[in-house]
């Protein structure tokens, strides 16, 4: 398979014969090797495949096996003759990473941290299919669709400022409930303000080391301080809806023959438009679950510190599709951007990012698992040049979730959170196992890829105390 290589961190797949574009794919020699691991790099080809497809397929540093698209690819499409496909968004729809600045620092932990934890699994749900204690009924259900985390804050979860630093201010304006199945609206009413499982996740953080003082200050950051860090998605909701999609394309288009994964309407057709209000929908009730469990945890934690304070610095998203303005052969033009297990990357003076943020970039977030350290890194202009402003989500799997079953028991995987000092509750033994850290790439290396290239800017280093995992 041939690669050229444009500098140390960046890579080229040659578009061969019904291919579109090139590949691109950012990333280490190391970090290649364990991309080339599996379907990745056929999958990234066949995203070249796709109609409407403009400048290359990209993978980011974190990229491995996904369905459809790899998780960590990134298209954008021409609006008139591209294509929407559920493979480039994902089962869990909007899949986000949201975190919070507190008014603690480590020493006010001392002493009751397995407390705490076991305060905070308990306050918020998690688990497989697990629902909540939160009532909702149609009517509301159809108001959340529609209005995201505002109907949240309306009720009194929340307050307006919660929004401010939200992408898309915790609501895409072109949701519809209409187009979302009983079933998927079945499947999702119960389970706002629940994690769910996989690699979900509620992290309490001390931030460890500022890499860019001027920028953590701006997005409220100091060095000892606790943060929490919350990974979750659109549940049952979202998931039924990628399926119920993906069901009505192949019935009314087909799929591709090099790959049925990535089944596919026009952007323009009526059942285009349709998944992408279903989309954004799904994206909204994400968005409102994240805000709930917020709440959550603001008020769990006041049991603990009665002066307690939890501030969003920014709330992310990871499995998204989205119409933005980029600049494409010197001309600024509107695309749709599908970003799959991927981060928006917006630098300096782009409008859509929160105005306290305008001077050095939005934030991103980059997890690492359990175990290991995460990312607060800052937005690029180069990204919008290199990668349709986008940049990992994660460390990104490097062994199944199969795989690292048949290598550690829950017993060692419970000793090595012991051992590094992390307090673990977990709702199963197999959420314990499948996120310990052997199960991903190397963040440290991830980030220095992204820092590296120039698709997303080290501000600071978080590492984890007490994590709460499905």
Known sequence: MEFTKINDFEWELEAVEGMGVPGKIFASEELLNQIKEGKS?????????????????????????????????????????????PGGVGYD???????????????????????????????????????????????????????????MVEKGYGTSQDLEFIEENGCMKCAGSKVVSQRAKGRGINQMGTLGAGNHFLDVLIVDEIFDLETAKV?????????????????????????????LMEKEYGYPEYDRELVHAPITSKLGKQYYSAMAAAANFAFANKQLITHYIREDMKKF??????????????????????????????????????????????????KKYSKVGQPIFIPGSMGTASYVLAGTNESEKLSFASTAHGAGRIKSRSAIKREITFEEAKKNMEDLGVYVESGSHKGMIEESPSSYKDVDEVVRVSDSVGIGRKVARLMPLLVVVG
């Open 41 to 85: 790099i056929e999958q990234i080809r066949n995203v070249a495949r796709l109609p409407g497809i403009l400048q290359s397929s990209i993978a980011m540093p974190d990229a491995h096996q996904g369905y459809g698209f790899s998780i960590g690819g990134v298209a954008a499409f021409d609006i008139d003759n591209g294509v929407i496909s």
């Open 93 to 151: 729809i909007n899949c986000s990473v949201r975190l919070l600045k507190t008014n603690l620092v480590r020493s006010d932990l001392n002493g009751c941290e397995r407390e705490i934890v076991k305060s905070l699994f308990a306050a918020v749900p998690s688990g497989v299919g697990r629902g909540g204690t939160f009532s909702l009924n149609l009517k509301d259900l159809d108001e959340i669709l529609i209005d995201g985390a505002s109907w």
């Open 219 to 247: 997005y409220g950051l100091e060095k000892d301080q606790v943060v929490i860090m919350v990974h979750c998605g659109s549940r049952g909701l979202g998931h039924q809806v990628a399926s119920d999609y993906i069901s």
């Open 305 to 354: 510190f009665p002066e307690f304070e939890a501030e969003v610095v920014y709330d992310i998203c990871h499995n998204i599709a989205k119409f933005e303005t980029h600049k494409i052969d010197g001309n600024k033009r509107e695309v749709l951007v599908m970003r799959k297990g991927a981060t928006r990357s917006f630098g300096p003076d782009r409008e859509e990012i929160p």
